[in-house]
Structures are given as structure tokens and as C-alpha cells.
T-cell receptor, first 111, second 112 residues
Framework: DVKVTQSSRYLVKRTGEKVFLECVQDMDHENMFWYRQDPGLGLRLIYF???????EKGDIPEGYSVSREKKERFSLILESASTNQTSMYLCASTFSGNTIYFGEGSWLTVV | QQQVKQSPQSLIVQKGGISIINCAYE??????FPWYQQFPGKGPALLIAIRPDVSEKKEGRFTISFNKSAKQFSLHIMDSQPGDSATYFC???????????FGQGTELSVKP
């Protein structure tokens, strides 16, 4: 079974804090993605990566950055958390030409 | 900019009925159209997918109908069951495994 693991399921952070969301996949997937999910808006793409050390902006990259130093790990970074970044964050991965698999999500609350 | 529009936002269906969710897209370069199912507290999971060279794909009780000229596709759930109660997302991408653009989601509730 494909495993996409988001280590932090529930986080509460203060405004202005730096936040790291970690995602690890165990299938040697090339492609990895970070989405945020908000009611009525569906899933919106923040950043994606088709290879190690490669990153591309998605539709809503403002206020976020990413890091992909190793193939299996794709980290989402909120440099200075704000209340409008309270959301559920979903990591996903795949090989090109294959189904995209999602992790179970990280619920982030910024107070 | 919402490139994939999904309706309805919520849907209530009686057990045994047919659930229908519709999506429309704008970009004719999209080449892969999956539907994802999400249960509370879980990540989305692929349910069924179609490419634009076919007009229909069926897997068990789930069918995708695809209308390339209208740039629309829909999910039909036959004989809907309470266990089908979940949020459903349509999506589109340029190729399988590429970044997905999602619709807004439909919360389906199947009443016993």
C-alpha cells in the first residue's frame, strides 16, 4: 500500500510563528504536492515538486515556501503564520502517469 | 481563478437512489479527469477517472459521463448507500500524475 505520512495531524500555532509541516512518502515517488482544503473552495494547490530540489508555485503560494532536499520528503513552511492560514493541509505524491495519493491531512489553527 | 466548477455543493439522496454530481472545466488542454472521495478526518482517495477519448466509464455502482464538446463531466452513483456519504471532488490535470485542479466539492448524504 502507498503510504503518504503527514506527521503532525493537529497543530495550534500563534500568529507570527514559523510553522513546518512535514510529509514523507515511502514509494520513491517523483512528484509531490501540497494543497490546502477550505469549505466551499475545494483543494487549492500551494506548491508542487517533480524532482528533488525542484519546486514550482501552485495557485496560492503567497505566505508559503517548500523544501525538498530528499526525494521522499516534501516540507511546507509558513514563514510567519497568520490567522487566514488556518486550514487543513494535504500532502500528495505519485509517479508521472499514475494516480495521485493523499496523506490524511494536517489541521492547522493559527491563533 | 477557478478552472473547474462543481455542483451542487451539497446533495441529499435516499438509499437506493441515484446521486449525480456535475463538473465543468475551461481548459481544453486537460487530459485526465479523476473523481476523489473523502470521508471525515481522512485524505481524498481516488474513486474513478476518465480520459477525454471515451464518453463513459463504469466501475461498479460508479459511472463517469464525459462530454468533451460541452467541457463537462459528471459522476453518477447508482443504488446509493449510506456508506457512500462523503465529500466528492472532481478534478482535472494536463496528464496523469500532474498537478490536479479541483472543483469545490460536493457533500453527499445518503439517508437510510
Amino acid at each position: 500500500d502507498v503510504k503518504v505520512t503527514q506527521s503532525s495531524r493537529y497543530l495550534v500555532k500563534r500568529t507570527g510563528e514559523k510553522v513546518f509541516l512535514e510529509c514523507v512518502q515511502d514509494m520513491d515517488h517523483e512528484n509531490m504536492f501540497w494543497y490546502r482544503q477550505d469549505p466551499g473552495l475545494g483543494l487549492r494547490l500551494i506548491y508542487f515538486s517533480y524532482d528533488v530540489k525542484m519546486k514550482e508555485k501552485g495557485d496560492i503560494p503567497e505566505g508559503y515556501s517548500v523544501s525538498r532536499e530528499k526525494k521522499e520528503r516534501f516540507s511546507l513552511i509558513l514563514e510567519s503564520a497568520s490567522t487566514n492560514q488556518t486550514s487543513m493541509y494535504l500532502c500528495a505524491s505519485t509517479f508521472s502517469g499514475n494516480t495521485i495519493y493523499f496523506g490524511e491531512g494536517s489541521w492547522l489553527t493559527v491563533v | 481563478q477557478q478552472q473547474v466548477k462543481q455542483s451542487p455543493q451539497s446533495l441529499i439522496v435516499q438509499k437506493g437512489g441515484i446521486s449525480i454530481i456535475n463538473c465543468a472545466y475551461e481548459n481544453t488542454a486537460f487530459d485526465y479527469f479523476p473523481w476523489y472521495q473523502q470521508f471525515p478526518g481522512k485524505g481524498p482517495a481516488l474513486l474513478i477517472a476518465i480520459r477525454p477519448d471515451v464518453s463513459e466509464k463504469k466501475e461498479g455502482r460508479f459511472t463517469i459521463s464525459f462530454n468533451k464538446s460541452a467541457k463537462q463531466f459528471s459522476l453518477h452513483i447508482m443504488d446509493s448507500q449510506p456508506g457512500d456519504s462523503a465529500t466528492y471532488f472532481c478534478a482535472a490535470s494536463m496528464f496523469t500524475g500532474g498537478k490536479l485542479i479541483f472543483g469545490q466539492g460536493t457533500e453527499l448524504s445518503v439517508k437510510p
